[in-house]
């Protein structure tokens, strides 16, 4: 669609190019608006998952496998506050890419790779606990730290190359395709039909299926272990240690539970309506649900907050500054109060 300022004329990105795109029209207030409001969200989206990476990193009580996987999660959602998020808001507002072709296609595979790695950590998060709920005996030898750090970097790398992968592809398809009507000033991928319904597979459709499917069976185990909990409580018999860590590690579960539910709640729009195409859907459409795939990146830590009591106490010592003092790494934020 054609902007005109005020006086119809046209504006254009790069008005010394004659291939520019159109740019187009804010008025100042919508657009100052715009400004304030995408800048703080993406601070407080910054802010939140630092605390997580502060917290989990420097106090050694938090230093678990599901622990290390949260820590990676937390890692993709404040480079999605720190990079992903201002640089999308500046396209959106200023309805022109500025940054050249080579930062557009890192920009891509930054925010492809982000989004990525979030649902893998999501899937190793279901793995982890549906080992520790359904084979508790066996969690601390097939769950070790070694182990889960190299799950995490596994994720990291496949996420990386897939994304390469995916923008080359798609490149070569738009050079092949739509090279006469690409106008300077923009910034996206256009991509096969076959291509949209492989990275709706891989990216999507499997590590769902997964972590459904894991959870569903977390679920139906933790509250059979809850109900036999509950007997032996009622009929007055001694209850274990273990039976304790067993109602413990469920909880844990519907907390990461809700992590992912609302993950798959924010994703599912998205990746439903983007197989129909954009010649179905309009821009603004899009625009909000690729935005509501950001936003998902600022709720985990409020669920943290919600729902784990070590959080609350960290984010305390932290923004208190008692993490300075010596030998705060040690304490007990389980206990302390």
């Not at 557009?104 to 999501?122: A, H, K, R």
């Not at 606990?129 to 969690?139: G, S």
């Not at 032996?232 to 579960?253: D, H, I, P, Y």
């Amino acid at each position: 669609m054609a902007y005109e300022t005020d006086d119809h004329e046209i504006k254009y990105c790069f008005p010394a190019i004659n291939s520019s795109c159109i740019k187009g029209r804010r008025s100042s207030h919508e657009y100052n608006i715009m400004y304030v409001f995408f800048s703080l969200l993406s601070a407080w989206t910054v802010f939140l998952n630092l605390l997580v990476i502060i917290s989990i990193s420097h106090f050694k009580k938090l230093h678990t496998p599901t622990n290390l996987i949260i820590l990676s999660l937390a890692v993709a959602d404040m480079l999605v506050g720190l990079i992903v998020m201002p640089v999308d808001a500046i396209k959106l507002i200023e309805t022109c890419w500025y940054f050249g072709d080579t930062f557009c296609d890192v920009f891509m595979i930054i925010m492809g790779l982000l989004i990525s790695t979030s649902i893998c950590n999501l899937v190793l998060i279901a793995v982890d606990r549906y080992v520790a709920v359904c084979h508790p005996l066996l969690y601390p030898q097939k769950i070790t730290m070694t182990k889960t750090l190299i799950s995490i970097c596994l994720c990291w790398f496949f996420s990386s190359t897939y994304n390469i992968g995916y923008l080359v592809s798609g490149r070569y398809f738009e050079a092949s395709q739509r090279s006469d009507i690409v106008c300077y000033g923009k910034c996206y991928l256009v991509i096969s039909f076959s291509w949209t319904f492989t990275d709706l597979f891989f990216s999507f459709l499997l590590p769902c299926t997964l972590i459904i499917t894991l959870y569903l069976r977390i679920f139906y185990v933790a509250h059979q272990q809850v109900k036999v909990l509950n007997s032996l409580m009622k009929s007055g018999q001694c209850v274990t240690e273990g039976s304790v860590r067993r109602k413990s590690e469920s909880k844990a579960a519907l907390t990461l539970g809700i992590i992912v539910t609302v993950y798959l709640l924010c994703y599912i729009p998205y990746y439903i309506l983007s197989v129909t195409g954009t010649t179905v859907i309009s821009s603004a459409t899009m625009t909000f649900l690729i935005w509501t795939l950001y936003v998902n990146s600022g709720l985990n830590p409020l669920i943290y907050a919600l729902f784990y009591r070590w959080f609350k106490i960290s984010v305390k010592h932290i923004l208190t500054f008692k993490i300075f003092e010596p030998a705060s790494s040690l304490i007990d934020i389980f206990t302390d109060y």
